[in-house]
């Protein structure tokens, strides 16, 4: 007899897992941005994580708090899986990275790589017009726009014609925050841009 073929873990959605080998691939991979023209909110992780190399989905390790708070502020009229994030464009929404390479940990990270992160960041934004651009992590965004002392909300400087807002950064390594003042931060700015909540519809 042929022996089962060995079943992969699935995630809550049913999508098969990253391997620890493909997770250990992953490494330094990119993965494609979630654009269109005159987007409401340009969301802009730190850089990929390895799961998220591995699938080619933002925000996809299993733990990271993107996808719920996206919904608890009140942007999706529903909690989106991250395979689903070609969605997000007809609801004004799109991601991106201050750093395309993926890594373990967002402090693998040069400085370098932040301030070129940042450059390219105004290049996009200036070719994609969108209104608001969201950096989600602040340290990130003190370091690549050389901000040193921004805090968390609307920020006094524009970037490219769009304004900006810097988001706590949703990773499950981030204990400073729970889901709920995560929803909370990401309906603060929903406000601010004028969209209404998505819940509600």
């Given at each position: 007899?042929?022996?089962?073929?060995?079943r992969?873990?699935?995630?809550?959605a049913?999508?098969?897992?990253?391997?620890?080998?493909?997770?250990?691939a992953?490494?330094?991979?990119?993965?494609?941005?979630?654009?269109?023209?005159?987007?409401?909110?340009?969301?802009v992780?730190?850089n990929?994580?390895?799961?998220?190399?591995?699938?080619?989905?933002?925000?996809?390790r299993?733990?990271?708090?993107?996808?719920?708070?996206?919904?608890?502020g009140?942007?999706?009229?529903?909690?989106?899986?991250?395979?689903?994030?070609?969605?997000l464009?007809?609801?004004?929404?799109?991601i991106?990275n201050?750093?395309?390479?993926?890594?373990?940990?967002?402090?693998e990270?040069?400085?370098?790589?932040?301030?070129?992160?940042?450059?390219?960041?105004?290049?996009?934004?200036?070719?994609?017009r969108?209104?608001?651009?969201?950096?989600?992590?602040?340290?990130?965004?003190?370091?690549?726009f050389?901000?040193?002392?921004?805090?968390?909300?609307?920020?006094?400087?524009?970037?490219?014609?769009?304004?900006?807002?810097?988001?706590?950064?949703?990773?499950?390594?981030?204990?400073h925050?729970?889901p709920?003042?995560?929803?909370?931060?990401f309906?603060?700015l929903?406000?601010?841009?004028?969209?209404?909540?998505?819940?509600?519809?």
């Amino acid at each position: 007899m042929t022996p089962d073929p060995v079943r992969r873990a699935t995630d809550a959605a049913g999508h098969p897992r990253p391997t620890r080998a493909e997770l250990a691939a992953a490494a330094d991979r990119t993965i494609p941005d979630v654009l269109a023209p005159g987007l409401a909110v340009l969301f802009v992780g730190i850089n990929p994580g390895l799961w998220s190399a591995a699938t080619g989905w933002h925000f996809a390790r299993p733990g990271n708090r993107f996808w719920p708070a996206l919904h608890r502020g009140g942007f999706t009229p529903r909690q989106l899986h991250p395979s689903e994030q070609a969605e997000l464009p007809a609801l004004g929404l799109g991601i991106t990275n201050m750093a395309a390479r993926a890594s373990a940990r967002a402090d693998e990270l040069t400085t370098e790589e932040l301030l070129d992160g940042a450059r390219l960041l105004t290049a996009t934004v200036a070719r994609y017009r969108p209104r608001w651009v969201a950096v989600v992590g602040v340290t990130a965004y003190r370091i690549g726009f050389g901000r040193p002392k921004a805090t968390f909300g609307p920020q006094p400087e524009s970037l490219a014609g769009a304004r900006l807002w810097v988001l706590p950064n949703p990773s499950g390594l981030n204990a400073h925050f729970t889901p709920a003042t995560l929803g909370t931060a990401f309906a603060e700015l929903r406000e601010a841009t004028g969209l209404p909540d998505r819940r509600a519809t």
